[in-house]
């Protein structure tokens, strides 16, 4: 049977120290060997380890055990991880999607960091979430009335521009030019966000501009607000919005 092992433990908090620069914090006199991982921002757990007696968890099996509790996204995907060995239904906090993972040599290192990451994202703040996502495709649009957009690029492939909500840094952006043109023009990617302003009008207000960088025109005829809506089902671009699959596909050129 498989024992303790402390330099699993020790590779957990060495991980998460490295990562995402947390120390762990023993909170309990009376189980000094618990520790808790947490988020320094909203002081959320998104790791527990305890070191615990096989029975609790595994009736068929004896001796003491390092186990690690962290929260998954997905109820499904910790329903098929139980059935494998080394995981178990979160134990001491089996509410919601905690899992329980022995750190006996069971179950892999690189399999185990991935389980704290995903448990760090779940468990993370809105603004924490934001700023972990994968980069993102939006529409956004520009209105000729306000700028000059459709000579915005003569002279320069980075522009600033009114920064959206949710948009950060390595997004693309793709502008869709209001009437008389009523299309997309330009394929952009977001360089740099959160650069302060202040406008204000009766018609517009700017807090926030990003720099977005040329990647590539496209024809007014190519990506029409009547193909959008005929063929991608878009009706209205007032504001950024994500980018349906099949026009990613094809503003892409696939």
Known sequence: MKTIDDSLRDEVFAYAKKKYGSKPEYLWAKFPDYAILRHKDNEKWYALIMNITYEKIDTEKSGAVDVLNVKLGDMLLRDLLIRQEGYYIGYHISRGNWLSVVLDGTVPLDEITRLI???????????????????????VPANPKYYDIVHAFDDADVIDWKQGAGIKKNDTVFLYVGAPVSAILYKCKVTEVDIPYDYHSSELTITKLMKIKLIKKYKPEQFTFERLKSEYGIFAVRGPRGVPNSLSAALKGK
């Open 117 to 139: 990451d995903m448990s760090f994202e779940v468990t993370a703040s809105k603004k924490k979430k934001q700023e972990m996502r994968s980069p993102k495709e939006w529409l």
